[in-house]
């Protein structure tokens, strides 16, 4: 047994191909099955879930990018181009490459956006997404303000809602928010780097705070795009040829860098168009978040109306976007030229009703009759040897009050006087108000000495200083009022200070106070150093300190009218700067001329008056011809990337440019409200078409008593149109007094009231116009029943809405709605949509009424000084509307041609013209010029209107 044992273990060690047999079959069947399960998973990826998974394939590598469709034109009645778009290029950038580390990402990314920058020359084409930028001391303070900043905050912080926010995280400053935007947590933006960062990333050895801040906006523009593939970010826009073929040359270093093709908003309307157009800009957060309305409509990116035409039409203008693919490898780098996949569409022309030679001649004539008015009530006396006017009428302007007027209203830059690069004049100006500002704190810190002057014994420049310094406390809360509050004027600051610590009215949060306990002496030593120190930080305190020199003398007119030519705002190719410092021409003379060529324009002094407004509407069917509103801006500096330092400028102008006057200015009627009282005592019976009243110069049925505008009276009136004639005060009063009057005889506030309010809601004055663009409220009077008969009280109307009423007036009782749309047509001239006139109401009224009204209306035209000579039939009235004492009276005018077959109806209002007298020219001018009964060269002369003070206030 045992050899037999060995013989068979010595054969199958002899025979090694049948020792293998069993491991090959093996190792055959695991192969086997690997390969079964092989061909299975194939079958299964490629046959089974093919579709699906080349779908998602190609999803990874296929890229969509959106491209943007341009706005509709927006084009006058005739066809003439008033808004379009030119091509413009954009830089881009995208977050397209993969990083190893954190680290690495934002150093990269820095980078690119630092050498980006540096690219783009004009920073104000770079783009701002960050409500923050860099003051005159180098830090960072917010540019918004109440809700737009909250909902940057919540962005920032990415909370969905404002009201998320905490406390804590609403007053973070903007230092706060910036330190933690460039801190490691977010972008990592450095203030200084090392030679090897430097020769990685492409930064520079250290950043200003500028710089940062610039970086910053790229940072956070790329990630709010962080979300959608592909979206780029605006770098900047409209760039330079030079800026375009830079990043075109560094592309391969710059990844995610590109040149994008794109449109500018460019207008042709002028100033005088602004107020009506309106202009576009970058689509904000609030905007975004109500504007899509559950369609992906509009992106982060997008270029929205703002305001005007531009924002009420903008469903219609804007264009649609398109959409293109291209395919990129695993790191993003682009594989293949875009495919367009949805053409881009462009936006709907718009066609306004507007002439725009008709609106642009009416601006002119506007800025030539305030320029007139102004100088009209010029007078070369300082302000402090002025009579005091004892009526609105008197008001005078000082001759320091103009020279100021250029100064408070930043025509000349006080800041710019400080600037090492000043020139000698600048220098020398800026030297002398330092002296007169530390002489001024010197005496302020006496002040608050116990034993400081008393205030009676004060200069009136200090008391001016020590109101101002009072007032300022207040507005800033640092002190509060409270019933009982002391009396500062009956004691010296000090002890005022102490009674407002003593009863709690200082908030002392506002004061860095160390330590828990600080004695009161303590407190009153920080709080006056609070006070100086917020003061001599001011701007408006300075321009206080720069009227007092111009008051004292010590800086002259010759002086600040040599600043315009050093400053730019002159030519200095102009000969009258020779003549002027030669003593040729003196600074007063000087003055009057630059203000009579226009060079220096009522909207630069801001004084009163300094605006106006005007409607030119077609009675027949409510379409606007001229809706003009002065001063204007430009609104191509605006749109697209908004010029920030104009639009600061616009926004502290004291003329507020930016307000539409013609719909959104509130003033009483006057009496253009009279024909309304005429209608009422007519129709109600009160009067008759032959009813004659006695005027004496005053309305003496009611307590207090009304004067008429002509103070000795018209004697008899005999009847309603010979009342509107005459614009007699006493005549209109008496018809609201007989309408108030109860059976008993007595009068009745209420019952006069109710009357007149219901034939102003007759004629739609108690309703907006229906103009597309925004319009403010109409309210008729609710008080003061004889005084609102002669249309004070309490009315309140915009130009456009007196303007549909004078329409009404011409149209006998039909109420057109205002619009500034003609039609809508596509880009192939196809009409879309055309605005039918629409009737919002007619005033069924016996015929003989309008006629009577007529009729007044007519013979103030053909008595009127300013209007007789009038080569058309016209109808019209003046009126002069009180605001307050201290201010002049607002002039309008209202009236149609011509008077049998009403083409347009026109209204005018010079806020603060003083009377009616002053605003009358205007109308006249308006009716010249549409009916072509003057040549526009002798309308439009380009210099201020000759005009002459009427007193008449009726």
Not at 86 to 102: A, G, P
Not at 415 to 423: G, V, W
Request: charged fraction near 25%; proline fraction near 3%.
């Amino acid at each position: 047994m045992r050899n037999h044992r060995s013989f068979k273990n010595k054969n199958f060690r002899e025979n090694p191909i049948l020792e293998r047999i069993p491991r090959l079959a093996v190792l055959g069947l695991f192969f086997g099955f690997l390969f079964v399960v092989l061909i299975f998973r194939l079958y299964h990826l490629q046959i089974m879930e093919g579709a699906t998974n080349q779908e998602a394939f190609m999803s990874s590598i296929v890229k969509t990018q959106r491209i943007s469709g341009s706005r509709g034109n927006i084009y006058d009645r005739n066809g003439k181009l008033l808004a379009s778009n030119r091509l413009s290029y954009d830089i881009t950038l995208e977050d397209s490459m993969n990083y190893k580390t954190k680290k690495e990402r934002q150093r990269t990314l820095n980078g690119i956006a630092y050498r980006l920058i540096q690219m783009v020359h004009d920073e104000n084409k770079l783009n701002k997404t960050i409500p923050i930028a860099v003051n005159e001391q180098g830090t960072y303070e917010f540019t918004a303000e109440g809700w737009k900043l909250n909902r940057f905050i919540a962005d920032f912080y990415g909370k969905a809602d404002v009201s998320s926010l905490t406390e804590e995280e609403k007053s973070e400053t903007a230092e706060d928010l910036m330190k933690k935007m460039a801190g490691d947590k977010k972008f990592m933006i450095d203030q200084t780097y090392t030679q090897k960062e430097q020769e990685q990333y492409g930064l520079p050895p250290s950043l200003t705070s500028k710089e940062i801040l610039q970086i910053a906006n790229i940072r956070y523009g790329l990630s709010l795009n962080s979300y959608r593939k592909y979206l780029p970010y605006l770098v900047a826009s409209d760039v330079s040829d030079e800026t375009m073929a830079a990043v075109l040359e560094n592309k391969s270093s710059l990844p995610g860098a590109d040149v994008q093709e794109s449109s500018i908003r460019t207008y042709e309307g002028g100033e005088s168009l602004s107020s009506i157009l309106g202009y576009t800009g970058g689509i904000s957060a609030e905007e975004l978040e109500t504007a899509n309305q559950g369609e992906a409509i509009y992106t982060n990116q997008s270029v929205i109306g703002k305001s005007g035409i531009e924002k009420s039409m903008e469903n219609w203008l804007r264009g649609e976007d398109g959409t293109e693919q291209f395919y990129t490898d695993v790191v993003g780098n682009r594989k293949t030229e875009p495919v367009i996949t949805k053409a881009p569409q462009t936006g709907k022309d718009v066609y306004l009703t507007i002439d725009k030679d008709l609106q642009d001649a009416v601006y002119q004539m506007l800025e030539q009759q305030i320029a007139g008015i102004l100088l009209s009530n010029m007078e070369d006396i300082k302000k402090s040897e002025m009579p005091k006017a004892e009526t609105a009428a008197q008001i005078r302007i000082s001759s320091d009050e103009v020279y100021f007027a250029l100064l408070k209203n930043h025509v000349i830059d006080t800041e710019r006087l400080k600037d090492d690069k000043a020139s000698d004049l600048e220098k020398s100006v800026y030297g002398s108000f330092s002296g007169k500002k530390e002489r001024v704190f010197s005496q302020l810190t006496a002040s608050f000495e116990a034993a400081g002057p008393a205030y009676d014994n004060l200069s009136s420049e200090m008391k001016g200083y020590l109101d101002y310094l009072v007032s300022e406390a207040k507005k800033s809360k640092l002190i509060t009022s409270k019933a009982g509050s002391p009396d500062w004027k009956n004691k010296s600051l000090r002890q005022y200070l102490t009674d407002c610590i003593a009863n709690g009215m200082v908030d002392l949060s506002q004061i860095k106070i160390s330590e828990t306990y600080v004695a009161i002496e303590e407190e009153e030593r920080l709080v006056e150093e609070k006070l100086l120190a917020d003061l001599r930080d001011s701007q408006d305190f300075d321009l206080k300190i720069y009227e007092a020199m111009i008051g004292e003398g010590s800086l002259t007119g010759e002086t600040i009218e040599n600043l315009l030519y050093e400053q730019g705002i002159l030519s200095n190719d102009d000969p009258d700067r020779a003549l002027l410092q030669s003593g040729q021409l003196s600074a007063w003379a000087f003055m009057q001329k630059k203000i009579r060529n226009l060079e220096i324009t009522p909207a630069q002094l801001a004084l009163n008056p300094c605006s106006g407004s005007a409607v030119i509407v077609n009675p027949q069917d409510g379409e606007v011809l001229a809706c003009v509103s002065y001063p204007g801006y430009d609104n191509n500096r605006l749109a697209n990337q908004m010029d920030a330092d104009y639009y600061n400028r616009l926004s502290n102008d004291l003329s507020l440019p930016l307000f539409n006057r013609a719909t959104s200015q509130l003033t009483a009627p006057g009496s253009t409200f009279k024909p309304v009282t005429v209608i009422a005592g007519l129709n109600e019976g009160v009067i008759q078409p032959d009813t004659s009243i006695v005027c004496t110069g005053t309305f003496d049925k009611v307590e207090p008593a009304l004067r008429c505008w002509k103070r000795t009276g018209h004697g008899l009136i005999t009847s309603p149109a010979d009342a509107l004639k005459n614009s007699c005060n006493v005549y209109l009063s008496e018809i609201t007094y007989r309408m108030g009057t109860q059976a008993d005889g007595t009068f009745s506030e209420g019952m006069g009231l109710n009357k007149l309010q219901k034939y102003a809601d007759l004629l739609d004055l108690n309703k907006k116009t229906g103009i597309e663009i925004g319009e403010a409220q109409p309210h008729v009077t609710d008080q003061f029943a004889i005084p609102s008969s002669i249309g004070q009280g309490t009315h309140n109307y915009s130009t456009t809405q007196l303007a549909r009423y004078t329409s009404t007036l011409a149209n006998h009782g039909k109420s057109y709605d205002l619009s500034l749309i003609s039609k809508i047509t596509d880009s192939d001239g196809k009409v879309l949509k055309s605005f039918e006139p629409v009737l919002e109401s007619t005033a069924e009224l016996p015929e003989y009424i309008w006629a009577e009204v007529a009729k007044g209306m007519n013979e103030l035209v053909t008595s009127n000084a300013t209007l007789k000579d009038l080569k058309i039939s016209a109808a019209g009235k003046t009126g002069t509307a009180e605001e307050a004492k201290n201010k002049p009276n607002h002039g309008l005018f209202i009236g149609y041609a011509p008077l049998e077959d009403p083409k347009i109806a026109v209204t005018v209002r010079i806020a603060n013209g003083y009377s009616s007298g002053n605003v009358v020219g205007v109308g006249k001018s308006i009716f010249e010029y549409y009916f072509q009964l003057k040549e526009p060269e002798a309308i439009l002369t380009k210099t201020a209107s000759n005009v002459k003070n009427n007193l008449r206030t009726d």
